[in-house]
């Protein structure tokens, strides 16, 4: 499957915001109501655990998605929320190894572990790679393949399309400090070293996986890295949290899936 023939995904994180679930539910009927005529794009929305419930009962169109998730099922483990939990209350997806949870102590190895917890719990996982810097030698490139291959450890040939990578330059996202701006061109060569990394690993169904990008993408220019980025799609986070920015990167796409 190429990136041409496959349904393209956008995906919005919340993050932890917004602060009320009076607010969330306002904020996801406004998104409900200018995406309903949304056929060809599949639309993910991704708010705190907490709203996930409730949102879920207001829209077919829109899926749930988790920001985070633990590999046991059950037990001692206070504060944590199984894939098991989320799965059993109607989530498909579920983002892993955000930078921003990474930069909180998370690693690649508890990443593996909560991926294998996922896909066992029938979850789709979206792991997120990226670095934080572009040196001039080049090292990023290692640095990601670190991630991929320590993340993906033990994960089966017949697992690897049921993984989403979400590829987030760090330098690029809205909360980083003297962030800059990536090129559609910075995603590019990016998604084909990670096309390469994977099809090395897992043979010919790695080409079944889908990569998106995230980093301040925006309507203004999520156009741009839809067509010419070598992405299957989008993974906005402060855009959407505005209904009109994210609602339009979601038309955007519809109209390139036609
Ligand atoms: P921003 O779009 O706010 O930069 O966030 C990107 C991101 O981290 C999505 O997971």
């Given at each position: 499957m190429s990136e041409k023939t496959t349904k393209r995904l956008i995906v919005g994180n919340w993050k932890m915001n917004p602060s009320s679930f009076k607010e969330a539910e306002k904020l996801f009927i406004e998104i409900t109501k200018l995406i309903s005529h949304i056929k060809k794009t599949d639309?993910?929305?991704?708010?705190?655990?907490?709203?996930?419930?409730?949102?879920k009962k207001l829209s077919r169109?829109?899926?749930?998605?988790?920001?985070?998730?633990?590999?046991?099922?059950?037990?001692?483990?206070?504060?944590?929320?199984s894939s098991e939990m989320l799965y059993n209350t109607g989530i498909k997806y579920v983002i892993l190894g955000h930078s921003e949870r990474r930069q909180m102590g998370e690693n690649n190895n508890f990443i593996n572990k909560k991926i294998?917890?996922?896909?066992?719990?029938?979850?789709?996982?979206?792991?997120?790679?990226?670095?934080?810097?572009?040196?001039?030698?080049?090292?990023?490139?290692?640095?990601?393949?670190?991630?991929?291959?320590?993340?993906?450890?033990?994960?089966?040939?017949?697992?690897?399309?049921?993984?989403?990578?979400?590829?987030?330059?760090?330098?690029?996202?809205?909360?980083?400090?003297?962030?800059?701006?990536?090129?559609?061109?910075d995603c590019k060569e990016m998604t084909i070293f990670i096309r390469k990394i994977l099809s090395d690993k897992f043979g010919s169904e790695s080409s079944r996986v889908k990569i998106i990008y995230g980093g301040?993408?925006?309507?203004?220019?999520?156009?741009?890295?839809?067509?010419?980025?070598?992405?299957?799609?989008?993974?906005?986070?402060?855009?959407?949290?505005?209904?009109k920015k994210f609602s339009k990167i979601i038309e955007i796409c519809e109209t390139l899936n036609k």
């Open positions: 639309i993910i929305v991704c708010p705190p655990f907490l709203y996930i419930e409730k949102l169109k829109i899926q749930l998605g988790a920001q985070d998730s633990f590999w046991e099922n059950g037990g001692a483990y206070t504060g944590e929320v294998k917890g996922a896909l066992a719990s029938g979850l789709i996982p979206i792991l997120c790679v990226g670095e934080s810097e572009r040196d001039l030698e080049h090292n990023y490139f290692n640095f990601v393949k670190t991630q991929l291959l320590e993340c993906l450890n033990g994960i089966s040939k017949n697992s690897i399309s049921k993984v989403i990578i979400a590829y987030e330059p760090i330098w690029a996202i809205s909360s980083t400090k003297d962030r800059k701006d990536a090129k559609p061109e301040s993408v925006n309507d203004k220019d999520a156009e741009l890295f839809l067509k010419d980025g070598g992405i299957n799609g989008l993974l906005p986070g402060k855009a959407s949290l505005d209904p």
